[in-house]
């Protein structure tokens, strides 16, 4: 599984940024997907995970502002970010659990800088 994340930028506190996670490679086996962040000098966080059955799941700190969804015939996962906030800047990364009977592994893709000014 290959994963391309795309849709960082920068933009002002209260607007918006969508990020698309592309996956290539044996999509069928991707159990979930799922966007971390990470910001300077701090431990990664997990943001939002979708499963391949649509459940979603939010950090409590983007809950109600934050969006994933996926578009499965362009085998994209997308998260609409909503209301940034400077304490969103960091750079996001999109991880894909896949595999079947002889294991599940973590895919990573390359990251992609969002900065909130205020």
């Known amino acids: 599984v290959q994963l391309q994340a795309s849709g960082g930028g920068l933009v002002q506190a209260g607007g918006s940024l969508r990020l698309s996670c592309v996956a290539s490679?044996?999509?069928?086996?991707?159990?979930?997907i799922r966007w971390y962040r990470q910001a300077p000098g701090m431990q990664r966080e997990l943001v939002a995970g979708?499963?391949?059955?649509?459940?979603?799941n939010y950090a409590d700190s983007v809950e109600g502002r934050f969006t994933i969804s996926r578009d499965n015939d362009k085998n994209t996962v997308y998260l609409q970010m909503n209301s940034l906030k400077p304490e969103d800047t960091a750079v996001y990364v999109c991880?894909?659990?896949?595999?079947?009977?002889?294991?599940?592994?973590?895919?990573w893709g390359q990251g992609t800088q969002v900065t909130v000014s205020s």
């Open positions: 991880c894909a659990s896949a595999g079947g009977w002889s294991g599940i592994y973590d895919y």
């Open positions: 490679g044996s999509i069928s086996s991707i159990k979930t």
């Open positions: 979708i499963t391949s059955g649509g459940t979603t």
